[in-house]
């Protein structure tokens, strides 16, 4: 899988939840990546936050800093 299918799909889950209030937003993308992304995927993730999250939702951003 490479960062783009990575941020693609982080970007989708944003979306989705996009509609929500706030903090049931945030939960909702936080449980989602927690509860359905393998450790490689969340992994990969947490990594490319860490050098910047170039094109990602901003949800999600503060999503990963939720996962732990």
Do not use: C
Not at 2 to 18: L, Y
Not at 50 to 67: F, N, R, S, T, Y
């Amino acid at each position: 899988m490479t960062t783009d299918d990575i941020v693609r799909m982080a970007n989708q889950i944003a979306t989705f939840f996009k509609s929500y209030p706030h903090d049931e937003a945030l939960a909702g993308v936080a449980g989602h990546l927690h509860d359905f992304w393998e450790p490689r995927m969340k992994s990969a993730l947490k990594s490319y936050v860490a050098e910047g999250g170039k094109d990602l939702e901003p949800l999600v951003v503060e999503a990963v800093g939720k996962l732990g």
